[in-house]
């Protein structure tokens, strides 16, 4: 594990945002938008080298003070919870937390890679699951935060080859919800947003035109406006699909 810190004076900003995942695709469209509002952010990915690209990519447009990185494996509790001490050490408090680190990996129960399904689990579920307790004692403490966890449709209803992938994002949205009930009382929001397809990576080499899927963007979007909602409004669930349907 490591960390670039390029904060300088981060407490003069106001929101504080963490986002896992966001050395690509989803998680870095979020955070990119979430710069732009002004926020802080603290991200974490397993790939150094791509954390410190973007931090690099993003100095030239957005404050250098802003951004902190931390290199982690989320699909390892010690690491998620190593990830979480180092945002409760270097921020006040947690406005924003994206809980979007995830893998996919497409297949049939009877016949997938043994032990798929506790390498899913564990970077899909078990990550948010862990780096959301250890964050949640300081976020009661504000009596305030919004947590976004990053789910699917395949959340939602089973289809061809969900196998393990679909197990583990039915989960999410499981923890989500339950989430959701215990933190009401301490006026904590939580959000499932449930992309379609989105094209990022994971979509490459697939010969499916962009315009057939949503953008990455699309996401980050819908994310911001559901964070900026009256302080007694919260969106449970986003659902987000291409124009014309899943593929």
Not at 41 to 63: F, H, M, P, T, V
Not at 116 to 129: D, I, P
Not at 203 to 232: C, H, K, T, V
């Amino acid at each position: 594990m490591g960390f670039l810190n390029n904060s300088q004076n981060i407490t003069s900003v106001m929101l504080y945002a963490v986002i896992t995942g966001a050395s690509q695709g989803i998680g870095k469209s979020i955070a990119a938008k979430l710069l732009k509002e002004g926020c802080t952010i603290i991200i974490c990915g397993r790939d150094l080298g791509k954390l410190q690209a973007l931090s690099n990519d993003w100095q030239k447009e957005y404050s250098a003070e802003k951004i902190l990185c931390f290199r982690a494996d989320l699909g390892n509790k010690n690491e998620t919870v190593a990830f979480a001490d180092y945002v409760l050490q270097n921020i006040p408090k947690v406005d924003i937390l994206i809980n979007n680190a995830g893998i996919f990996q497409p297949g049939n129960i009877s016949d997938e890679p043994e032990g798929l399904l506790e390498q899913l689990m564990s970077v899909n579920l078990y990550s948010a699951y862990h780096l959301t307790r250890t964050l949640l004692p300081k976020m009661k403490e504000q009596k305030q935060g919004h947590i976004f966890n990053m789910c699917s449709v395949a959340s939602l209803k089973a289809y061809p080859n969900g196998g393990s992938y679909s197990i583990s994002k039915y989960a999410l949205m499981g923890f989500s919800e339950n989430l959701r009930e215990e933190l009401k009382p301490h006026n904590i929001k939580v959000t499932s947003v449930c992309p379609g397809a989105t094209y990022t990576p994971s979509w490459e080499g697939s010969n499916i035109e962009p315009e057939r899927i949503m953008e990455a963007d699309d996401i980050a979007q819908m994310i911001w406006s559901a964070y900026n909602l009256s302080a007694q409004a919260n969106v449970e669930t986003i659902i987000m699909r291409p124009v014309k349907g899943d593929l």
